[in-house]
T-cell receptor, first 117, second 114 residues
Framework: NAGVMQNPRHLVRRRGQEARLRCSPM?????VYWYRQLPEEGLKFMVY????????ESGMPKERFSAEFPKEGPSILRIQQVVRGDSAAYFC???????????????FGQGTRLTVV | AQSVTQLDSQVPVFEEAPVELRCNYS??????LFWYVQYPNQGLQLLLK??????LVKGINGFEAEFNKSQTSFHLRIPSVHISDTAEYFC????????????FGTGTRLLVSP
């Protein structure tokens, strides 16, 4: 049973380009979370999605950032017109939608390290 | 709103010594508590969690943490550290309703020397 898969692991973008980060949840998991880790900081919640629905995007910057989790395929975190301040590690986590402790079992991927030059 | 404080940004320790990594939280409502470990260039792995019941929670490899409601703390204890325990340790909380929206501390880097 593969874990949460994120790709690419490393991504370099020039200022003004677009960055697309992908996350495939664990098999059987229908809930996806995105977190951002800035250098020397802890992880900060960005968005929580279920299939085809954004449930909570309270941590998403108001502009340039968007996320989706389509019916088929991975979840995508999209950053348009990247700036140097977007350089960070972006982690995806998934959890099952059912089960006794479904809302306390988040499994993290290895992250995508975005560098904006 | 919830917040988590990890006062020690870095803890150096010798191999086989015991260590305690401190975590304090603030919340006006009940929360779930977690400890995660992050090895270099890796994702986060769950070490242990407190949901309810016994305040002493045991994880793998002898790791344990104790929930203290009056002191709003959830300190992690490792009875005897190994070189391989060198990593970043994050304490986190989430509300005990709804989905798992984690609020993380800034992390404690454990440096184990021979």
């Amino acid at each position: 049973n593969a874990g949460v898969m994120q790709n690419p692991r490393h991504l370099v973008r020039r200022r003004g380009q677009e960055a697309r980060l992908r996350c495939s949840p664990m098999k059987g998991h229908s809930h996806v979370y995105w977190y951002r880790q800035l250098p020397e900081e802890g992880l900060k919640f960005m968005v929580y999605l279920q299939k085809e629905n954004i449930i909570d995007e309270s941590g998403m910057p108001k502009e340039r950032f968007s996320a989706e989790f389509p019916k088929e395929g991975p979840s995508i975190l999209r950053i348009q017109q990247v700036v140097r301040g977007d350089s960070a590690a972006y982690f995806c986590a998934s959890s099952p939608g059912t089960g006794r402790e479904w809302n306390t079992e988040a499994f993290f991927g290895q992250g995508t390290r975005l560098t904006v030059v | 709103a919830q917040s988590v404080t990890q006062l020690d940004s870095q803890v150096p320790v010798f191999e086989e010594a015991p260590v305690e990594l401190r975590c304090n939280y603030s919340s006006s409502v009940s929360v779930y508590l977690f400890w995660y470990v992050q090895y270099p260039n890796q994702g986060l792995q769950l070490l242990l969690k407190y949901l309810s019941g016994s305040t002493l929670v045991k994880g793998i490899n002898g790791f344990e943490a104790e929930f203290n409601k009056s002191q709003t703390s959830f300190h992690l204890r490792i009875p005897s550290v190994h070189i391989s325990d060198t990593a970043e340790y994050f304490c986190a909380v989430s509300l005990n309703t709804g989905f798992q929206k984690l609020v993380f501390g800034t992390g404690t880097r454990l440096l184990v020397s021979p």
